[in-house]
C-alpha cells in the first residue's frame, strides 16, 4: 500500500473545509492535517491533526508537516467584515495570498483554491473582483498544478453563520437552477459536500497545470474520488 497522500487544509471551520474534514474520516490514502485560528471540533472518528496557530505562524506548520497539497477554502462575506472593505480583503484577498506564498515557500506543489462563478478582477461587483484578482495571483504564483473552484450557490448547513438571503436561495434554488440554462448554469446551486469532494479528489491529480472547474466540472471530479477502504 502506498504511503497516504499529505493534504493541509485551511478554512476548516467554512461550510467547504468543514465537509472535507467529514469526508476525511475513516480514509486510508490520504492524511488530512487542518491549520486554522481558532478550535474547531473534529468530526467522530476522525484521526486527524488541527493546528491552531495565527496566520503569521501557518508556514511553520507547512514546514514541520510537509503537506504534498493544500486545500484553501478561506473566505468570509461582507457582512462578517462588518461591512469594511479593508477587513474584507484582509482575509479574501491578503490571507489566502499570504496562505498560499507560504504554502509554497515550504514546498507544496499542488493547491485548490475555493473561489466563486462569476470571478473577474474587472468586475464591477467587489467580492467577484476581489475573487477574480486572488485568481490572477495564486496563477502567478506558478504552482505545479492550481486547481480553482467556481462553486455556485453553496448548499449546506453552517454551524453559528446565519445567512437569511443565502438560505432564502437555497430553498428557492431547485426551480432557480431549472431557469439557469447556457451560460448562467454556472450560477446554479451545488451542495458543499459536492465541492469537498471534487477538492480532494483533485489533490490526487497530479497533471501539472491550472485548471478552472465550474459546477459541472466539479461534479465530474467529486465522482472520481475513491471510496474509503471498508466503505
Not at 485551511?10 to 486510508?28: C, D, F, P, W
Not at 495565527?54 to 484553501?72: H, M, N, T, Y
Not at 509554497?104 to 483554491?113: D, Q, S, T, Y
Request: proline share 4%; with cysteine.
Amino acid at each position: 500500500m502506498s504511503d497516504p497522500l499529505r493534504i493541509a487544509l485551511v478554512g476548516a471551520t467554512g461550510l467547504i473545509g468543514s465537509e472535507v474534514m467529514k469526508l476525511a474520516v475513516r480514509r486510508e490514502d490520504m492524511r488530512l492535517v487542518a491549520v486554522a485560528r481558532r478550535e474547531s471540533p473534529l468530526p467522530q472518528g476522525a484521526r486527524m491533526e488541527m493546528f491552531v496557530a495565527d496566520p503569521s505562524k501557518w508556514g511553520e506548520v507547512f514546514e514541520a508537516v510537509r503537506p504534498q497539497a493544500l486545500i484553501c477554502a478561506v473566505g468570509t462575506t461582507w457582512r462578517k467584515s462588518g461591512r469594511d472593505e479593508d477587513a474584507f480583503r484582509a482575509v479574501d484577498y491578503d490571507l489566502v495570498l499570504a496562505t498560499a506564498r507560504a504554502a509554497k515557500a515550504a514546498g507544496i506543489e499542488r493547491m485548490v483554491a475555493v473561489s466563486s462563478t462569476g470571478a473577474d478582477e474587472m468586475s464591477k461587483n467587489r467580492y467577484l473582483r476581489t475573487k477574480g484578482e486572488v485568481e490572477r495571483e495564486l496563477g502567478r504564483m506558478k504552482f505545479k498544478r492550481l486547481d480553482i473552484l467556481r462553486p455556485g450557490l453553496l448548499k449546506g448547513q453552517r454551524i453559528g453563520d446565519l445567512r437569511p438571503l443565502e438560505r432564502l436561495g437555497s430553498a428557492l434554488s431547485p426551480l432557480a437552477d431549472l431557469a439557469m440554462q447556457g451560460r448562467w448554469r454556472a450560477y446554479r446551486s451545488i451542495r458543499a459536500e459536492l465541492v469537498a469532494k471534487a477538492a480532494l479528489a483533485l489533490t490526487m491529480r497530479r497533471a501539472a497545470g491550472r485548471f478552472v472547474h465550474d459546477n459541472d466540472a466539479m461534479l465530474r471530479a467529486a465522482a472520481t474520488l475513491p471510496m474509503p477502504e471498508g466503505a
